[in-house]
């Protein structure tokens, strides 16, 4: 059965970095595109960043030039560098995507960044 794992959330001040990551395990013949969405307390979940089969890039405006998104297709990894984080960056990460042309959901990891 295929699975997407997040890890890599934590608790950081106003400026710091993290980097998560989100393992997909299983018997896996396809990757397609892969994302990162976030969730705030009481708000919609909304897209962070995109990353296509050929390696394509898309951000939210909020995150533009201070998050990276990047794969690794041989570990069936996808990586979501945070740099220059803020208090509006708190959320739930979660990590989505389309393995054997259907779409998975990870769990869910909790990132929360203080003033």
């Known amino acids: 059965q295929v699975q997407l794992v997040e890890s890599g959330g934590g608790s950081v001040q106003a400026g710091g970095s993290l980097r998560l990551s989100c393992a997909a395990s299983?018997?896996?013949?396809?990757?397609?595109?892969m994302c990162w969405y976030r969730q705030a307390p009481g708000k919609q979940r909304e897209l962070v960043a995109t990353i296509t089969s050929s390696g394509g890039t898309n951000y939210a405006d909020s995150v533009k030039g201070r998050f990276s998104i990047s794969r690794d297709n041989a570990k069936s990894t996808l990586y979501l560098q945070m740099n220059t984080l803020k208090p509006e960056d708190t959320a739930v990460y979660y990590c989505n995507g389309f393995l054997n042309l259907r779409e998975y959901w990870g769990q869910g990891t909790q990132v929360t960044v203080s003033s």
């Open positions: 299983g018997t896996i013949f396809s990757i397609g595109a």
